[in-house]
Protein backbone atom coordinates (compact mmCIF):
# COMPACT_ATOMS: atom_id res chain seq x y z
CA UNK A 1 0.00 0.00 0.00
CA UNK A 2 1.36 3.08 -1.02
CA UNK A 3 1.44 6.24 0.98
CA UNK A 4 -1.02 8.01 -1.15
CA UNK A 5 -3.64 5.34 -0.31
CA UNK A 6 -3.07 5.35 3.07
CA UNK A 7 -3.80 8.40 3.55
CA UNK A 8 -7.46 7.80 3.80
CA UNK A 9 -6.95 6.86 8.01
CA UNK A 10 -6.88 10.07 10.06
CA UNK A 11 -7.07 10.75 13.80
CA UNK A 12 -9.57 13.44 13.46
CA UNK A 13 -10.64 15.22 16.24
CA UNK A 14 -12.57 18.74 17.25
CA UNK A 15 -11.19 21.95 18.03
CA UNK A 16 -10.85 22.37 21.32
CA UNK A 17 -11.80 20.10 24.41
CA UNK A 18 -9.55 17.15 24.71
CA UNK A 19 -11.99 14.39 24.98
CA UNK A 20 -11.53 10.62 26.21
CA UNK A 21 -11.42 9.69 22.09
CA UNK A 22 -8.60 12.04 21.67
CA UNK A 23 -6.84 10.64 24.30
CA UNK A 24 -7.23 7.20 23.18
CA UNK A 25 -6.01 8.03 19.60
CA UNK A 26 -2.81 10.41 20.74
CA UNK A 27 -1.99 7.60 23.23
CA UNK A 28 -2.43 4.85 20.18
CA UNK A 29 -1.06 6.69 17.21
CA UNK A 30 1.00 10.07 18.55
CA UNK A 31 -0.72 12.15 17.01
CA UNK A 32 -4.60 13.93 15.95
CA UNK A 33 -5.66 16.31 13.15
CA UNK A 34 -8.07 19.06 13.92
CA UNK A 35 -9.33 21.00 11.25
CA UNK A 36 -11.28 23.77 10.81
CA UNK A 37 -8.79 25.84 13.40
CA UNK A 38 -8.30 28.73 11.22
CA UNK A 39 -10.29 30.24 8.82
CA UNK A 40 -9.41 30.79 5.04
CA UNK A 41 -8.95 34.66 6.04
CA UNK A 42 -7.16 33.64 8.80
CA UNK A 43 -5.14 31.29 7.26
CA UNK A 44 -3.84 33.73 4.98
CA UNK A 45 -3.04 36.44 6.83
CA UNK A 46 -1.08 34.02 8.82
CA UNK A 47 0.74 32.85 5.34
CA UNK A 48 0.89 36.41 4.23
CA UNK A 49 3.14 36.71 7.73
CA UNK A 50 4.74 33.78 7.56
CA UNK A 51 6.01 34.71 4.09
CA UNK A 52 7.25 38.43 5.22
CA UNK A 53 9.50 36.40 7.58
CA UNK A 54 11.24 34.26 5.62
CA UNK A 55 11.67 37.60 3.11
CA UNK A 56 13.24 39.45 5.63
CA UNK A 57 15.36 36.89 6.86
CA UNK A 58 16.17 36.33 2.92
CA UNK A 59 16.12 32.40 3.11
CA UNK A 60 16.63 30.27 0.26
CA UNK A 61 15.30 26.69 -0.09
CA UNK A 62 13.94 24.64 2.64
CA UNK A 63 14.05 26.84 5.44
CA UNK A 64 12.71 27.88 9.23
CA UNK A 65 12.73 31.00 10.76
CA UNK A 66 11.63 31.20 14.49
CA UNK A 67 10.08 33.40 16.87
CA UNK A 68 7.69 35.25 14.27
CA UNK A 69 5.29 36.01 17.29
CA UNK A 70 7.14 38.66 18.07
CA UNK A 71 6.77 40.69 15.24
CA UNK A 72 3.45 38.96 13.37
CA UNK A 73 0.26 39.57 15.43
CA UNK A 74 -1.51 36.80 13.74
CA UNK A 75 1.28 34.74 15.11
CA UNK A 76 1.09 35.51 18.22
CA UNK A 77 -2.49 34.94 18.51
CA UNK A 78 -1.91 31.26 17.96
CA UNK A 79 0.18 30.80 20.64
CA UNK A 80 -2.70 30.17 22.94
CA UNK A 81 -5.69 29.37 20.10
CA UNK A 82 -8.75 27.99 21.82
CA UNK A 83 -8.82 25.61 19.25
CA UNK A 84 -5.31 24.21 20.47
CA UNK A 85 -4.76 25.35 24.36
CA UNK A 86 -6.98 22.77 25.89
CA UNK A 87 -5.68 19.75 24.59
CA UNK A 88 -1.80 21.22 25.21
CA UNK A 89 -3.05 21.64 29.19
CA UNK A 90 -5.00 18.48 29.27
CA UNK A 91 -1.53 16.29 28.60
CA UNK A 92 0.43 19.26 30.40
CA UNK A 93 -1.51 20.30 33.23
CA UNK A 94 -1.10 23.96 33.79
CA UNK A 95 3.08 24.13 33.93
CA UNK A 96 4.70 24.37 30.56
CA UNK A 97 6.37 26.78 28.55
CA UNK A 98 6.02 27.95 24.29
CA UNK A 99 9.74 26.20 23.68
CA UNK A 100 9.80 27.65 20.19
CA UNK A 101 7.81 29.21 17.46
CA UNK A 102 9.22 28.23 13.64
CA UNK A 103 7.75 29.31 10.72
CA UNK A 104 8.77 26.55 8.13
CA UNK A 105 9.51 26.94 3.82
CA UNK A 106 9.46 24.05 2.02
CA UNK A 107 9.94 25.64 -1.78
CA UNK A 108 8.07 24.73 -4.63
CA UNK A 109 8.18 21.53 -6.08
CA UNK A 110 10.30 20.06 -2.62
CA UNK A 111 11.81 16.39 -2.74
CA UNK A 112 10.93 14.05 0.63
CA UNK A 113 12.60 15.13 3.69
CA UNK A 114 14.48 12.69 6.29
CA UNK A 115 13.17 10.26 8.79
CA UNK A 116 13.58 11.62 11.93
CA UNK A 117 11.92 11.70 15.92
CA UNK A 118 11.90 15.57 17.10
CA UNK A 119 14.41 16.21 20.31
CA UNK A 120 17.40 17.77 20.78
CA UNK A 121 20.60 17.19 19.32
CA UNK A 122 22.85 17.90 22.33
CA UNK A 123 20.98 15.02 23.83
CA UNK A 124 19.34 11.89 22.02
CA UNK A 125 15.53 11.63 23.85
CA UNK A 126 15.83 8.19 23.81
CA UNK A 127 18.59 8.15 26.31
CA UNK A 128 16.05 9.02 28.92
CA UNK A 129 13.32 6.33 29.18
CA UNK A 130 11.15 3.84 27.59
CA UNK A 131 8.86 5.18 26.09
CA UNK A 132 10.44 8.24 24.92
CA UNK A 133 8.83 10.71 26.84
CA UNK A 134 6.60 14.25 26.00
CA UNK A 135 8.97 16.69 25.98
CA UNK A 136 8.14 18.17 22.73
CA UNK A 137 4.33 18.87 21.70
CA UNK A 138 4.39 20.11 18.04
CA UNK A 139 1.17 21.74 16.91
CA UNK A 140 1.82 22.57 13.34
CA UNK A 141 -0.31 24.86 12.03
CA UNK A 142 -1.14 24.19 7.79
CA UNK A 143 -0.96 27.98 6.02
CA UNK A 144 -1.05 26.08 2.51
CA UNK A 145 -3.66 23.37 1.15
CA UNK A 146 -2.07 20.08 2.14
CA UNK A 147 -5.62 18.14 1.18
CA UNK A 148 -3.93 15.83 -1.35
CA UNK A 149 -0.40 13.98 -1.11
CA UNK A 150 2.42 15.72 -2.59
CA UNK A 151 1.34 19.06 -1.63
CA UNK A 152 4.08 19.42 1.19
CA UNK A 153 2.22 17.60 3.62
CA UNK A 154 4.16 15.58 6.83
CA UNK A 155 4.08 11.90 6.67
CA UNK A 156 4.05 10.24 9.72
CA UNK A 157 4.18 6.80 11.05
CA UNK A 158 1.29 5.96 13.40
CA UNK A 159 2.32 4.23 17.10
CA UNK A 160 5.81 5.03 16.66
CA UNK A 161 6.27 6.89 19.36
CA UNK A 162 6.24 3.67 21.16
CA UNK A 163 8.93 1.64 19.33
CA UNK A 164 11.63 -0.36 20.90
CA UNK A 165 13.49 -0.66 18.00
CA UNK A 166 14.82 2.53 15.68
CA UNK A 167 13.72 2.91 12.61
CA UNK A 168 16.12 0.90 10.04
CA UNK A 169 18.75 2.54 8.80
CA UNK A 170 18.53 1.95 5.46
CA UNK A 171 15.02 3.23 5.36
CA UNK A 172 16.76 6.38 7.88
CA UNK A 173 19.60 6.79 4.96
CA UNK A 174 17.58 6.30 1.51
CA UNK A 175 14.93 8.25 2.54
CA UNK A 176 12.44 5.40 1.46
CA UNK A 177 9.09 5.05 1.56
CA UNK A 178 7.07 2.47 4.10
CA UNK A 179 4.17 0.65 4.06
CA UNK A 180 2.85 1.74 7.42
CA UNK A 181 3.51 5.46 6.57
CA UNK A 182 0.56 7.70 6.75
CA UNK A 183 0.70 10.90 4.59
CA UNK A 184 -1.45 14.07 6.27
CA UNK A 185 -4.17 15.41 4.61
CA UNK A 186 -5.84 18.44 5.28
CA UNK A 187 -6.83 21.83 4.12
CA UNK A 188 -5.47 24.89 5.30
CA UNK A 189 -6.36 26.07 8.56
CA UNK A 190 -5.74 22.68 10.08
CA UNK A 191 -3.44 21.55 12.84
CA UNK A 192 -1.62 18.49 13.50
CA UNK A 193 -0.74 17.78 17.16
CA UNK A 194 1.99 15.70 17.54
CA UNK A 195 4.34 13.77 19.87
CA UNK A 196 8.27 14.08 19.80
CA UNK A 197 8.79 10.88 19.62
CA UNK A 198 6.96 9.42 16.71
CA UNK A 199 8.75 8.74 13.57
CA UNK A 200 7.56 11.63 10.45
CA UNK A 201 8.94 13.55 7.44
CA UNK A 202 8.25 16.00 4.90
CA UNK A 203 6.38 14.69 1.89
CA UNK A 204 7.18 15.30 -2.08
CA UNK A 205 6.03 18.84 -2.97
CA UNK A 206 4.47 18.76 -6.55
CA UNK A 207 3.20 22.81 -6.90
CA UNK A 208 4.94 25.73 -8.34
CA UNK A 209 4.56 27.99 -4.70
CA UNK A 210 6.53 27.61 -1.71
CA UNK A 211 4.66 25.62 1.28
CA UNK A 212 4.28 27.12 4.79
CA UNK A 213 3.76 25.96 8.01
CA UNK A 214 3.65 27.55 11.89
CA UNK A 215 5.10 24.96 14.11
CA UNK A 216 3.88 25.89 17.64
CA UNK A 217 6.34 23.35 20.25
CA UNK A 218 5.46 23.33 23.91
CA UNK A 219 7.60 21.93 26.74
CA UNK A 220 8.08 21.28 30.23
CA UNK A 221 9.25 24.37 31.80
CA UNK A 222 12.94 23.44 32.58
CA UNK A 223 13.54 22.95 28.65
CA UNK A 224 15.51 25.51 27.33
CA UNK A 225 14.25 27.78 24.26
CA UNK A 226 15.21 26.39 20.98
CA UNK A 227 14.26 29.73 18.87
CA UNK A 228 15.96 32.43 21.09
CA UNK A 229 17.96 32.73 23.85
CA UNK A 230 16.05 35.22 25.55
CA UNK A 231 12.62 37.01 25.25
CA UNK A 232 11.88 40.16 23.53
CA UNK A 233 11.36 42.77 26.07
CA UNK A 234 9.33 45.05 23.91
CA UNK A 235 7.31 42.04 22.80
CA UNK A 236 6.32 40.88 26.69
CA UNK A 237 5.31 44.23 27.65
CA UNK A 238 2.60 44.38 24.65
CA UNK A 239 1.68 40.99 24.82
CA UNK A 240 -1.06 39.01 27.43
CA UNK A 241 -0.71 37.77 30.34
CA UNK A 242 -1.41 33.90 29.54
CA UNK A 243 1.39 34.22 26.55
CA UNK A 244 3.91 35.92 28.61
CA UNK A 245 3.82 32.97 30.99
CA UNK A 246 3.79 30.83 28.03
CA UNK A 247 6.91 32.45 27.14
CA UNK A 248 8.16 31.11 30.35
CA UNK A 249 9.10 35.19 31.54
CA UNK A 250 9.15 34.90 35.29
CA UNK A 251 11.51 35.58 38.45
CA UNK A 252 13.43 32.94 40.23
CA UNK A 253 13.97 34.24 43.08
CA UNK A 254 15.80 31.19 44.90
CA UNK A 255 16.02 28.05 42.87
CA UNK A 256 14.71 26.91 38.86
CA UNK A 257 11.38 25.84 38.85
CA UNK A 258 11.06 26.01 43.05
CA UNK A 259 9.06 28.08 44.92
CA UNK A 260 9.90 31.18 42.62
CA UNK A 261 7.48 29.39 39.95
CA UNK A 262 4.25 31.51 39.49
CA UNK A 263 0.77 30.19 39.85
CA UNK A 264 -1.09 29.24 36.48
CA UNK A 265 -2.92 33.09 34.76
CA UNK A 266 -5.07 30.34 33.28
CA UNK A 267 -8.98 31.92 33.84
CA UNK A 268 -10.26 28.47 34.76
CA UNK A 269 -9.28 25.79 36.91
CA UNK A 270 -9.77 22.87 34.21
CA UNK A 271 -6.82 20.70 32.68
Known sequence: ??????????????PGEFTELDRFMFESWGYLVIPGVLSADQAQECLEAATRLHERAG???????????????????????????????????????????????QPAFGGLGGWHQDGSGAY?????AYPIPLLQLRASYLLT????????????????????VPLPADIRRDKADLPIGHVICAPAGSVLLFHNAVWHRTYIHDGDYDRYTAHYIYSPPWVRFSDRFTNDKDYLERTTPVRRYLAGEYERPDAP???????????????
Open 145 to 164: DQSLPRMGNMEMIPGSHRAQ
Open 59 to 105: TTGWAQVGRGFETEQSLDNLIDHPAVLPKVRALYGDRFILQSAWCTK
Open 257 to 271: FGAGYPATVFDDESK
Open 124 to 128: DFKQL
Open 1 to 14: MTAEQYQGLNALSQ
